[in-house]
């Protein structure tokens, strides 16, 4: 979903400018996505991708070895180690500490 959402930023940007009952709506729920919201759904979108990318493989029917499963949990352990360290905030913000 956050995908889809990606390739419509620019269409929610102009509805928030042009619709002031879309902004009404939103506003339980902090409003109108702004360009910080954009970004962090980029980032987050990017990091789970590759969880996803992961449990498609280990849960395959194609892929069903242990070694292709420590394999996949290794990489998700170092993306995350990785992950913790990266200087963007938006990211490091969701990770648990």
Excluded: C
């Amino acid at each position: 979903m956050l995908e889809t959402a990606l390739k419509f930023q620019r269409a929610f940007t102009r509805l928030a400018k042009e619709d002031d009952n879309f902004v009404n709506e939103l506003k339980d729920v902090g409003g109108a996505p702004r360009s910080e919201n954009w970004e962090r759904a980029r980032v987050l979108s990017q990091f789970l991708k590759h969880f996803y990318d992961a449990t498609k493989r280990m849960f395959g029917t194609l892929y069903s070895t242990s070694n292709q499963h420590f394999h996949e949990l290794f990489l998700i352990l170092t993306t995350l180690m990785e992950w913790e360290l990266d200087p963007n905030e938006g990211l490091n913000e969701w990770l648990p500490r």
